[in-house]
Every structure is written in structure tokens, then in C-alpha cells.
């Protein structure tokens, strides 16, 4: 069974910096496409951030230049390093994972398999 638990959440200021982490276990190389995703309060669950398991990494355009996405394989973490963050990135972020060997960027939520249990980013003016 996979399991995935994230950390690094908090509340920061306009313009400040997080890193979320994201632990994963019950997988080694089952996975082939880890992605970050954020809900606001009555907004879909969307992609911010994919790492596909060659290392390959793909951003949406709201966060490119200002979000890192990184896996470290032999601790299983993924992280997401996130820069010059601004009120609208204010969400519940999940790391999830997806187990089918294919394209890797662009699929949403409904195409991942595991999920985290979230963690918190709020962003004051």
C-alpha cells in the first residue's frame, strides 16, 4: 500500500518562500509520475507540478519560475520549493502519485492513484 504524508505548510508573507515535502512509502520504482496539486476553498483540485520518474519536470503557467518541483528517489520525498509566493497560491496542497506508465504531464487529478492528506499554504498580503 502506498502512503504519501506531506509537510511543510505554514503561513508566510507576499513575496516569501515554503518548502512542502512529501514522504512516500509501500513504493521503490511502482510509480511513474508524481505531480503537486493545490485546492483553494470551492475550486477544483489542479495541478501545479509534475516529476516524471526519469526526472523530467513540467509547471503550470501560474507558478512557473517561482516553483521547484524535485523527487530525492532514495529517501522517496518529493518536495516542492515554492518562491515569490503570492495571495492566489493560498490552497490545500497534495502530493500524489501515479502508477501507469505513460504521458505524465498534463493529467489531472482523476488520473492519479495514491494521495496525500494535504497541507495547508496560506499567504497574507
Known amino acids: 500500500q502506498v502512503q504519501l504524508v506531506e509537510s511543510g505548510g505554514g503561513s508566510v508573507q507576499s513575496g516569501g518562500s515554503l518548502r512542502l515535502s512529501c514522504a512516500g512509502s509501500g513504493y521503490t520504482d511502482s510509480t511513474h509520475c508524481m505531480a503537486w496539486f493545490r485546492q483553494a476553498p470551492g475550486k477544483e483540485r489542479q495541478a501545479v507540478a509534475y516529476?516524471?520518474?526519469?526526472?523530467?519536470?513540467n509547471y503550470v503557467d501560474s507558478v512557473m519560475g517561482r516553483f521547484v518541483i524535485s523527487h530525492e528517489k532514495p529517501k522517496n520525498i518529493l518536495y516542492l520549493q515554492m518562491n515569490r509566493l503570492e495571495v492566489e497560491d493560498t490552497a490545500m496542497y497534495y502530493c500524489?502519485?501515479?502508477?501507469?506508465?505513460?504521458?505524465?504531464?498534463?493529467?489531472?487529478?482523476?488520473?492519479?492513484?495514491?494521495w496525500g492528506q494535504g497541507t495547508q499554504v496560506t499567504v497574507q498580503s
Open positions: 500524489a502519485a501515479r502508477r501507469v506508465a505513460s504521458w505524465c504531464f498534463g493529467r489531472t487529478a482523476s488520473d492519479f492513484d495514491f
Open positions: 516529476i516524471n520518474q526519469v526526472g523530467n519536470r
